[in-house]
């Protein structure tokens, strides 16, 4: 019995202590340092050499939230992230940084990002 009451209070505190708040793309500059779910239209993709740049929620300059994908993780992504991401809603998971005045969040594998 005392094991069940173990398992139940861990399962419960591990859940509350990685929840992740679900933040509409608009409302991301109140969230920063936070780990988020937003979901949004992805509104363009720019590829350069060292990183991959996907705008969510406007197009670039405007978009509220840019996930970027440095080249060293490209690898793990089976398509590009144009043709997996652009044009398409999708959600990210991730902790919101503010990088130069813009809000991101960096993603390093596919599982963070999904088709809605």
Do not use: W
Not at 21 to 43: L, M, Q, R, Y
Not at 54 to 60: E, H, K, P, T, V
Not at 104 to 115: A, H, S
Request: with cysteine; proline share 5%; charged share 20%.
């Amino acid at each position: 019995m005392r094991l069940i009451i173990l398992v139940i209070a861990f399962t419960t505190f591990t859940n509350i202590l990685f929840a992740q708040t679900k933040v509409p793309v608009d409302s991301v500059s109140s969230h920063i340092g936070e780990k988020a779910v937003v979901c949004s239209e992805v509104f363009g993709v720019k590829a350069l050499e060292k990183m991959t740049f996907i705008n969510m929620g406007a197009s670039y300059p405007n978009s509220p939230l840019t996930i970027v994908i440095f080249a060293k993780d490209l690898p793990n992504f089976k398509e590009t992230p144009a043709s997996l991401y652009d044009n398409k809603k999708i959600c990210v998971t991730g902790t919101l940084q503010d990088y130069k005045g813009k809000i991101e969040i960096v993603v390093t594998q596919p599982d963070e990002i999904t088709l809605q």
